[in-house]
Nanobody, 116 residues
Framework: QVQLVESGGGLVQPGGSLRLSCAAS????????MGWYRQAPGKQRELVAA???????TYGDSVKGRFTISRDNAKNTVYLQMNSLKPEDTAVYHC??????????WGQGTQVTVSS
């Protein structure tokens, strides 16, 4: 099994920046993809960004050009740098892995609130 612990959420003003971190432990060698999803109240969960083992990344349309995902394999950690934040980015952000056996692991989530 893979365990995930997120950190870095908080309250930020519109136009500001935050960096989220997600540290993985457990069956690290089974991880194929690491990424971030978010869910706002009353809305469906959506993909924010993901990066596969080879380094290729993908982003949700609403965050392209503003968010950057990176992965430090030596630290088993994935980061999400969020710039030019907007109120509509307010959500609970969950770290996620897609593992070699097809299973997914989820972190507990970290709240990001963008408000003046």
């Amino acid at each position: 099994q893979v365990q995930l612990v997120e950190s870095g959420g908080g309250l930020v003003q519109p136009g500001g920046s935050l960096r989220l971190s997600c540290a993985a432990s457990g069956s690290i060698s089974s991880i194929r993809t690491m990424g971030w999803y978010r869910q706002a109240p009353g809305k469906q969960r959506e993909l924010v960004a993901a990066v596969i083992s080879g380094g290729t990344s993908t982003y949700g349309d609403s965050v392209k050009g503003r968010f950057t995902i990176s992965r430090d394999n030596a630290k088993n950690t994935v980061y999400l740098q969020m710039n030019s934040l907007k109120p509509e980015d307010t959500a609970v952000y969950h770290c996620n892995t897609l593992n070699g056996d097809g299973s997914r692991s989820w972190g507990q989530g970290t709240q990001v609130t963008v408000s003046s």
